[in-house]
Structure formats: structure tokens, C-alpha cells
Nanobody
Framework: VQLVESGGGLVQPGGSLRLSCAAS????????MSWYRQAPGKERELVAT????????NYGDSVKGRFTISRDNAKRTTYLQMNSLQPEDTAVYYC????????????WGQGTQVTVSS
């Protein structure tokens, strides 16, 4: 099983980034996919979630209206489009896959750094 995040980097305030999470080793469509983030000295927080079959989405309050989560089941990839980035969005972003029927079955990616700074 692998979740490999990519697309992080340094961006100026107001800029955009698109993160990707490529999955392998499990039945992708049967897993809810989520993005979390963790800033230095803070707890990991949920950014966005998308379900497997119908693609319903949910967002953390701090990113609503700025971030969009999506998935391509054929490519086994989840995306996070991040617009209007602010310094407080700086964090390591992690991808998580959780089985829709067995909550105890989940996987994490290794994370990708996003830094928003002028």
C-alpha cells in the first residue's frame, strides 16, 4: 500500500497550489480520501474529505471557499486545489485513505510541505 503526495512547495500569499495523492495497493473506490495538515507546534487537522462512490465533499471551516478536493478513481489519485493561500496555511499536508466500511482500516501518506511566504 502506498500513498504518495506531491505538488507542495513555496508560494506567495494569494497564490495557488495543487496537491496530488497517488494511491496503490488497495481498492481505491472503496476508500474515503482526506487531506489533513499539521503546522509546527499544532495538532493535525482535517482539511477536506471526499467519499468514494458519490464524491461528496466536506471541508474544514478555515479552508471553505478556497480549497477544493477532488478524485479521479480511474487514475487512483486525489487532488487538493488550494487558492488564495495565506501564511496560516503553511503546514505539512498529508493524504489519508480510510475504508468506507471498516473505519479501522486506513493509510497515511508521507506528507508534502506547503509554505506560504513573501
Amino acid at each position: 500500500v502506498q500513498l504518495v503526495e506531491s505538488g507542495g512547495g513555496l508560494v506567495q500569499p494569494g497564490g495557488s497550489l495543487r496537491l496530488s495523492c497517488a494511491a496503490s495497493g488497495f481498492t481505491f473506490s472503496r476508500f474515503r480520501m482526506s487531506w489533513y495538515r499539521q503546522a509546527p507546534g499544532k495538532e493535525r487537522e482535517l482539511v477536506a474529505t471526499i467519499t468514494g462512490a458519490d464524491g461528496n465533499t466536506n471541508y474544514g471551516d478555515s479552508v471553505k471557499g478556497r480549497f477544493t478536493i477532488s478524485r479521479d478513481n480511474a487514475k487512483r489519485t486525489t487532488y487538493l486545489q488550494m487558492n488564495s493561500l495565506q501564511p496560516e496555511d503553511t503546514a505539512v499536508y498529508y493524504c489519508k485513505a480510510q475504508n468506507v466500511n471498516f473505519a479501522g482500516l486506513y493509510y497515511w501518506g508521507q506528507g508534502t510541505q506547503v509554505t506560504v511566504s513573501s
